[in-house]
C-alpha cells in the first residue's frame, strides 16, 4: 500500500518543512498539502493541494472544531499514515508541541489566585489537552521537559512521543566579533516575560553575590522590551540597591550584539520548553548556564558543555553556578575555552535539517 502523508502548512513550518518534504521524496511517501497560502511555497511536492478555508486561532478552542470538520469533509483522514501540524492540537494529527501544557503551567504558578484565573479562563483548553491529545497517533515534543509534562497532564503514551531538538538559525555567530568588558564580568538574560522568563530568579541571585562583588566586578544586562512600564521592577532594583549591578535593554533588533557583550549567558525560566537563546549562547562561544526545568537542560552535561542548576531553589543554585564560571573564567587556562568550544559542537548539531529527520525517523523508523 502506498505511503501517504498529509501536511497542514503553518508559518513556524518554514523552518524545516522543505527538509521534511525532502525525507518524503527520498522515502517515495506521497504528500498531500492542507494550506491557507494562496502561492505556497510547497504546493509543487504535494500530489493534491487542499485550500483551507476556517481559520485557526490558538487561543480560541473553538476554532479547532470547524477545522478539524473541513479537513475531514474534504479527506478520509483514515487514507494518510499521518497528518502532520505545528502547535495545532488536533485530535487526529500528530502535533508538534514547542510550549508547555496548560496543566503544567498551573502546576508550578506560586500565585493561587492567578492560578484560578488561568483555570477558568482556559477551561475549555485544559479539557481539550486532557482528553483529545492522547487520541493522537503521534506526539512531537522539542524536549524529553516537555515529553514528561505531556505524557504526565496530557495522558499521552510516552512510547509515542517523538523528542526533536529544534534547530537555530544563527550559525553565522561563531564568527561575530566580541564587545566583551575585559574589567567586568558580565552576565545576560532575556526575559520577555519578566516572571515566566526567569528575572527576577537572576536578580535574587544577584542579591547573593553583591556580597562579594562590587559593580566594576560583575554586572548583569537583562533585556526586557517593557522594563520601563514595569514600576514594580523598579522598586525592586531601588529597594535591594541593585541599580548599579544592573542594565535594562529594551528590545535589540540585532540580539548578536548583545550575546558578544557577556561572559556568561543564563536561561533561568520558571519553565521552558526548550530556549533557543541557548543553542544561540552556545555557538557564541559563551558559557550558559540553564535550569534544570529548561528544555534545553537534555543537551547539556554540566562543568563540560554548559552549567545546569537545580531549579527548586533557584536563587542559591544560580548564584553558585554563576561563582562558579566566574573562576572558572578567571583561571589562566584553557578550561573555559574548552567549554565552549564543546558547547558550540553541540549547538552546531541541532540544525532545522536534523528536526526534520527526527521528525521523519520517529514516523517512519523503517526508513532510518
Known sequence: MKKRIGIIESGFMSNYLQDFINCCKQNDIEIDLFTYYRNSNYAKYAKKVYRLKEVYLPKKIKSKQPLENEIKKLVDINSYDYILTDCMGLSFACNIFHN????????????FLYRKLLQFSHKKQIEHEKYYYRKCPKTVVVSNYLKQDYAKNCGINSDSIIVAYPGTNNEHLLNYPSQKNKNIFTVGAVTCGFVTKGGYNVLNALRILKKKYSPNQLRVRIINPSYKRQKILHL?????????????IPYQKDINK?????????????????GRIVTEGMLCNI???VGSNVGAADIIKDGQNGFIFDAKTPAKNLAQKIEEVIKISAKQDNTI???????????KQLSWANFAQNIFYGLYPEFK
Do not use: G, H, W
Open 337 to 347: 575555552a574548552a567549554i565552549t568550544q564543546k558547547a558550540a559542537e553541540t549547538a
Open 236 to 248: 525592586y532594583l531601588k529597594f535591594f540597591n541593585l541599580n548599579k549591578y544592573v542594565d535594562l
Open 287 to 289: 558559557p550558559v548556564i
Open 100 to 111: 508547555i501544557s496548560l496543566t503544567q503551567r498551573m502546576a508550578i504558578t506560586p500565585n
Open 258 to 274: 548583545f550575546y558578544k557583550t557577556l561572559d556568561c549567558l543564563i536561561c533561568a525560566s520558571n519553565y521552558e520548553a526548550f
